[in-house]
């Protein structure tokens, strides 16, 4: 040690030192624990919000949601669930920032950040006829073609072995 150096000095700064590192690691735990993205869909039929490490915490449908057709539906939860993350990797970002700004760290963080999103113009989407009732089917598609009548059931096969009658030929 440079005998310039005053001990106490140097211990008292190597502890300030310390104690700032526990309290922003302290504040990053706090703020990484509650970095989650909500994001609703346009119409608000679709309601997604993403946890901290990306993974989906909780998707959320209306009972409009249910009236599109499958892959509409698919794609509205994909685009919303996509904004919800992006608002979660800024809030993650965010808590980095006191303890990463300008490393190596931050660099491959800002690396694996999700492309940002385009907001969403409010789309009415035509429900899918099965969620239509029989009325309102009719008046998009006409009315249904008749249907051949049912066939008669066929007869039963008898079994002339255990049959005490003979067959008739």
Excluded: C
């Amino acid at each position: 040690m440079d005998p310039q150096v005053d001990p106490q000095g140097w211990l008292d700064d190597f502890q300030r030192h310390v104690a700032d590192l526990q309290q922003k690691s302290t504040e990053l735990q706090e703020r990484l624990a509650e970095a989650s993205g909500t994001a609703s869909s346009p119409d608000g039929s679709v309601t997604v919000t993403i946890g901290p490490s990306g993974a989906l915490d909780n998707l959320a449908l209306t009972e409009r949601a249910m009236t599109r057709r499958p892959a509409e539906l698919a794609q509205l939860i994909m685009s919303t669930a996509a904004r919800a993350q992006q608002q979660a990797s800024q809030l993650v970002v965010e808590a980095l920032q006191p303890m990463a700004a300008g490393t190596q760290v931050m660099d491959v963080v800002n690396q694996f950040l999700p492309p940002p999103v385009p907001d969403e113009e409010p789309v009415d989407a035509e429900p899918a006829p099965d969620a239509l009732n029989e009325d309102e089917q009719n008046e998009r598609t006409g009315p249904p073609s008749p249907q051949a009548p049912p066939r008669p059931a066929k007869p039963a096969k008898r079994n002339y072995e255990e049959d005490d009658e003979e067959p008739l030929w």
